[in-house]
């Protein structure tokens, strides 16, 4: 996975979440569940060889009923962090890829340090996915600003 790749989903998240004018740390609250698991289908029909898994944080950024989802795509032999929804906590972020580390359980370490609270592995994206994204974009365009 390279850094013109991860532009590329960025650049489609963006087109995603945003309606309008309106900032992207606004747009992309409460989209964290749906839009990991878009962007790990889209990542998984274009790399057929990686697999996808949702992390779920719990107490993130100290806030006692925050939640949040994240995506971590491993492609041999690297594991990739990314966070399709970061603007909602750093407006100023310029890639959602977080990091890229060796194993999964470097990837959890790095997100509980980045983002604190209790985070684990909730459940692995199937390559069976894509019968839903019409479904999680419904849910996200129903979340945009207006």
């Not at 998240?13 to 747009?27: E, M, Q, Y």
């Not at 749906?34 to 990542?43: F, L, M, N, P, S």
């Not at 790399?47 to 992390?55: C, E, K, R, T, W």
């Not at 929804?85 to 959602?96: A, E, L, S």
Request: charged share 25%.
């Amino acid at each position: 996975m390279n850094i013109i790749y991860i532009k590329t989903i960025q650049d489609r998240v963006i087109k995603l979440l945003r309606s309008g004018n309106d900032p992207l740390c606004l747009c992309a609250q409460d989209n964290c569940s749906e839009t990991a698991r878009i962007v790990g289908c889209w990542i998984l029909q274009e790399n057929h060889m990686s697999s996808a898994h949702i992390l779920k944080g719990k107490k993130v950024m100290g806030i006692k009923n925050k939640c949040h989802d994240v995506l971590v795509v491993e492609e041999p032999p690297f594991f990739y962090l990314i966070d399709p929804t970061v603007w909602q906590f750093f407006k100023r972020k310029k890639n959602i890829l977080l990091t890229r580390k060796n194993t999964m359980k470097e990837c959890v370490e790095f997100v509980e340090k980045f983002y604190g609270g209790k985070w684990a592995v909730s459940e692995m994206i199937n390559k069976n996915c894509f019968k839903n994204i019409k479904k999680w974009e419904d849910v996200v365009k129903s979340n945009n600003c207006l």
